[in-house]
């Protein structure tokens, strides 16, 4: 089986690092951004097969990269799960709108994240 390749947007460096701790631990090859512009830097460049961003960031914040993510032929269908500390129904409704596949407020439960990251990608 291959290993999973996990895209993380956040600009929090401590949210990077318990995410690529719980990520790198369970498996997963772990790439990383510090906001939207970055992580479409990424993508640019390498495959993966699952994003996680949060929504408020510089630069380009979730939303924003996530519609960018969506208006590139190729990644229509790659499950995006938005981390945030966002619970408001207005902001849901962006993200969803957006093209998000799912929305997870942090903090995180490491596993919970884990499974999630496993029934969006299979």
Known sequence: ??????????????????????????GFEVLQAEDGQQGLDVLKTETVDVVITDINMPVMDGIEFIKNVRATGNHQSLPILILTT?????????????????????????????????????
């Not at 895209?7 to 719980?22: E, G, K, N, P």
């Not at 929305?103 to 439960?109: A, E, G, Q, S, T």
């Open 1 to 26: 089986m291959t290993t999973l390749r996990v895209l993380t947007v956040d600009d929090s460096r401590t949210i990077l690092a318990m995410l690529h701790h719980t990520l790198s631990n369970a």
């Open 86 to 122: 966002e619970t408001s129904q207005d902001k849901r409704d962006q993200g969803k709108a957006a093209g998000g596949t799912g929305w997870i407020v942090k903090p995180f439960d490491p596993e919970k994240l884990i499974s999630v990251i496993h029934r969006v990608v299979h």
